[in-house]
């Protein structure tokens, strides 16, 4: 029979997690206590700035436990945090994970929840140095706090738009949401798991690095990840800036798998990529004179996608040029965490 | 009618909370970037090392939501954070809050937390730079994420404890024990709330400054808080010392509430003193040389009491010696989460 943590015990969850990350996770040399004491330490570099971001996933409000492993859950909301560090142009260096588990949960989903921490964690030697684990009376709860670093001077703040500024979007947003949907079509359908728009929802990418290249030009005006749908992530950058933004239809990435899951859905692709998304791209914006500049960034950063769609505007709210010329207003569409 | 989360919605529960922080919390000008971007920013200190720790309580597993009101929730979720940074000798400077609500809490329930959390960090002019609300299917959850600084090369781990070294601890173990008994044993006694010994349970005090001006004089080799009862952390500073270590029963301090609680309920008072309890209070090691000077530190850190209560010793386990001079092994008897 597969143990549960109830058959081990916390003493020994904590030492079978503790053996896990000494193997397969990586150690840095500024860390002067790590996990087992009262607080970890470590050694901040001269002439940067540190970055924290905290993000919680709650089982089935965050994640739909039937359609996802507890390794790709772990990577997703590991991933998630990496993506605030990158939009701020830092980079992860270590993280806490507070852990809420049912007792009658596998020991071996917990350690597969780590190798998904892991796996977003080690491309960065970023680790894992404390954190909490406690009983759950429900479903399971995450809540990792990553610490991240940035060259003093060089974080990207939502608020430093400027009217004129170019607005731009990393990949194809709405992914997210067309995976998403998917898989509330087709619950029962196990191939659906390892379709692309499935996985954009279940482990997203981050765009971490390409966020810490951009602002490393000192180009980059505002930036922020687009965890709220790209229109409403954009008006949070606008409100935030006091500026107002409007984007072009036309111009906007329409990616052909989302055409095609709408098209089999019955919907407009629209309503993904304008809509609610976790998609973890990025909203950038700059001087109109720097797109080209940013653009070849994003081309030697894995050639993803830098797509101009708008502008920073004055004035307040965003808006959307339809291609006849028509302007309609954006409503952001933001989740609601307390009315659903 | 009281407005609950559902009624006001998400943006405007964080409009509240940041205003609130805004009115009555502190502002540190290290902090570039404070909450509302994808991560807040600060500038470290030269020559100090960065310390971090996180902790949840979980409704109706950490506290009881019937004794407990939400300023006090918030103030033990806070202080027991602080006590983690004290006992590496640290001092607090920012926290990340995560929340998991249901949308039928109170708003004022939840603006109650947070004026707990600032009771507390406020006298240290520590602040709440950024976190997480999200909403709960059940039970509410609260983890704290609290970043400290100590000098470098002051932190003290529970790790370097020598045999031969004096043990010490704070206080009186097994208060919050007591306080909790009391509770359970009389349930519908309102007038316990403000009992001394509930009071030690429900808002325990952290000996944070003490443990910060303890570590400062360089003679602490060890020391961690007691959150798991006095002996339980005690083992954890011998084992994680590679030691053993003694306590001498008559040497305990007794607190005489903790004497007439057990005598209420009929019970030995060191089935709390060296029971689970979680005092927050500190075990301490010395050289034994050392001990005056810590006490007087002790004694000009608002007169609070540090007892020399036994030695680390050679090899492994810690026992007590009874008057008559028999030996007892102490089982370290602490919490484990999956079993109950």
Redesign the interface.
């Known amino acids: 029979m597969a143990e549960r943590?109830?058959d081990?015990?916390?003493?020994e969850?904590i030492r079978r997690i503790g053996s896990l990350l000494e193997l397969e996770g990586r150690r840095s040399a500024r860390v002067?206590?790590g996990i087992?004491?009262?607080?970890?330490?470590?050694?901040?570099r001269?002439g940067?700035?540190?970055?924290?971001?905290?993000?919680?996933m709650?089982e089935?409000?965050?994640y739909l436990p039937a359609s996802s492993g507890s390794f790709d859950v772990g990577r997703r909301a590991m991933a998630l945090n990496i993506?605030?560090?990158g939009?701020?142009g830092?980079e992860a260096l270590?993280a806490?994970v507070?852990l809420?588990?049912p007792?009658d949960m596998l020991v071996r989903d917990v350690e597969a929840l780590y190798r998904g921490f892991l796996y977003e964690l080690n491309p960065f030697d970023a680790s894992i140095?404390?954190?909490?684990?406690?009983?759950?009376?429900?479903?399971t709860?995450i809540?990792i706090?990553?610490?991240?670093e940035?060259e003093?001077g060089k974080?990207v703040?939502?608020?430093g738009a400027r009217p004129g500024d170019a607005v731009l979007v990393t990949g194809f947003p709405g992914r997210a949401a067309a995976g998403l949907r998917l898989l509330l079509h087709r619950p029962q359908d196990a191939g659906l798991a390892d379709h692309p728009l499935v996985r954009a929802y279940t482990t997203p990418s981050h765009r971490a690095r390409l966020g810490r290249a951009l602002a490393q030009t000192g180009y980059v005006t505002a930036?922020?990840?687009t965890s709220d749908g790209f229109p409403g992530d954009l008006s949070h950058v606008a409100e935030?800036s006091g500026a107002g933004a409007e984007i072009v239809k036309g111009k906007i990435p329409v990616d052909e798998a989302v055409a095609e899951a709408a098209r089999l859905l019955g919907m407009d692709p629209y309503e993904f990529i304008l809509g609610r998304s976790d998609d973890y791209e990025l909203v950038v914006t700059c001087d109109p004179r720097h797109v080209p500049a940013l653009q070849s960034v994003a081309a030697g950063c894995g050639a993803e996608a830098l797509t101009e769609v708008g502008r920073i505007t004055e004035g307040q709210g965003t808006v959307m040029v339809l291609p006849g010329g028509r302007r309609i207003p954006l409503e952001a569409p933001?989740?609601?965490?307390?009315?659903?």
Chains 1, 2 share one sequence.
Do not use: K, W
């Open positions: 943590l109830s081990i015990g916390e003493r969850l002067s206590t087992g004491d009262d607080a970890a330490a470590f050694l901040p001269r940067y700035e540190l970055l924290v971001t905290c993000d919680s709650v089935g409000r965050h993506s605030d560090i939009a701020m830092g270590f806490l507070s809420g588990l007792a140095i404390g954190g909490n684990l406690t009983g759950s009376g429900g479903g709860f809540d706090t990553l610490i991240g940035v003093q974080a703040r939502r608020c930036m922020t990840d935030a933001g989740f609601d965490h307390f009315r659903g």
